[in-house]
């Protein structure tokens, strides 16, 4: 049964089609722009909101290279294996009601969204899991490949659930990169190596080495370049632009039936990862608006919208990556506790909040700016 409400009124027992609802076409010129008022908002608090997300532009470097070395600098092989960009200014877009309300900074710029590049990996997941290629989350990767990055006795044990929800602990060595050597704990760099290794399921780290394996692993599944089932599956059905590119690394061609495939980046840690617009971002965090659904068209299917909104049981804050919850407040406190972040470095955030029926896309906001920014953006709205 479907509940809404308007104007203080819940209106029960009728399901709206998805064709009651505006989806823009892909010509962004025509994406529709209401007045702000007539969307719900006083200008004055949604102007103020703005005025304080230019304020706290990221102060990190604008040579996304530089930035990612600095920020990982205490990690060993930290060399940059992938295309990186100057990045643009503070950007964001508003939409409510698939309308928009309102656009800053360089929307049109093509740039490097970081971890966010892991949304659009979990996208292609869902894909297959909706076409059957994957039977059951439940599976191992090495019931579906013949890999060796999956055939130790550690490794042949995780399953898709674990590398959707970075719960696998996969161990290796992937283009260069030991997985022990991002993000290492401890303040020994000589115990990094001889850490602890988990069982598959039991703890949660958010690892790029792993999240790049399952990328690997979905490209041995699909038997085709991923950005050529994003493209086909997603982004042109929801119109997209034709200007965003999924990078790999320089050292990750593999060989797929006999074709040099370029295996993608699942982030911009080490350059790649997915390069993109705010507007297509926007059409993305819209189509997670919609739980997997554009026009007549199910993209992804709304049990893949509950499954990738089932908090992890090691962490409560995520769901598959990189959908960030928000059900115990604590991601966003100040924000509504059914919404999902889609989040990168940068910062780059991807705001769906179905409670208003609200995207909000902020692109290199200061990272302790966010919650503030999006209380600002929730308190201009009226109705």
């Known amino acids: 049964m479907f509940k ?3 104007f203080g009124v819940l209106l029960v027992g009728f399901q709206v089609e998805s064709s009651e609802y505006y989806f823009p076409p892909k010509n962004t010129a025509d994406w529709q722009q209401k007045k702000v008022q007539s969307l719900g908002f006083s200008m004055k608090r949604l102007n103020q909101a703005i005025d304080f997300a230019k304020e706290q532009e990221s102060e990190r470097p604008r040579d996304q290279a530089l930035s990612s070395s600095l920020g990982f600098a205490r990690e060993p092989y930290n060399q940059i294996l992938g295309p990186t960009t100057i990045r643009g200014a503070q950007t964001g877009i508003i939409l409510r009601h698939g309308y928009i309300a309102a656009v800053w900074g360089q929307p049109h710029k093509v740039d490097m969204t970081h971890s966010i ?4 990996l979990s996208t292609v997941a869902a894909l297959a899991y909706d076409r059957e290629l994957i039977r059951d989350l439940d599976d191992t990767l090495s019931d579906y490949i013949n890999s060796p990055y999956f055939e130790s006795e550690h490794n042949k044990t995780i399953t898709w ?15 260069d990169k030991p997985d022990w050597a991002d993000r290492p704990i401890g303040d020994d760099a000589f115990n990094w190596p001889n850490r602890e290794v988990h069982e598959a399921g039991t703890e949660w780290k958010y690892n790029d080495v792993r999240v790049n394996a399952f990328a690997l692993g979905l490209l041995e599944l699909w038997r085709r370049p991923l950005p050529q089932v994003l493209k086909q599956h997603v982004m042109d059905p929801i119109g997209a632009s034709d200007t965003w590119r999924w990078h790999g690394y320089e050292n990750s061609w593999v060989e797929i039936d006999g074709l040099k495939v370029q295996s993608v980046s699942g982030g911009g840690h080490w350059g790649g990862g997915m390069f993109i617009n705010a507007y297509d971002q926007a059409r993305f965090g819209y189509l997670t608006l919609r739980k997997g659904k554009w026009k007549d068209e199910q993209i992804f299917s709304e049990k893949w919208y509950e499954l990738a ?30 919404s999902i972040t889609h989040l990168g470095a940068g910062t780059n955030m991807v705001y769906v909040d179905p409670k208003y029926d609200l995207v909000v896309v902020a692109r290199w906001i200061k990272r302790d700016a966010m919650d503030a920014f999006i209380k600002q953006v929730l308190d201009s709205i009226k109705d």
């Open 4 to 6: 809404l409400l308007f």
């Open 309 to 338: 909104t089932t908090p992890t049981e090691q962490n409560n804050s995520y769901g598959f990556m990189n959908w960030f919850l928000n059900s115990d407040k604590k991601f966003l406190p100040s924000a509504s506790a059914d």
């Open 117 to 120: 590049s892991k949304s659009f």
């Open 161 to 175: 659930e674990h590398m959707l929800r970075q719960t696998s602990a996969w161990e290796g060595t992937l283009w």
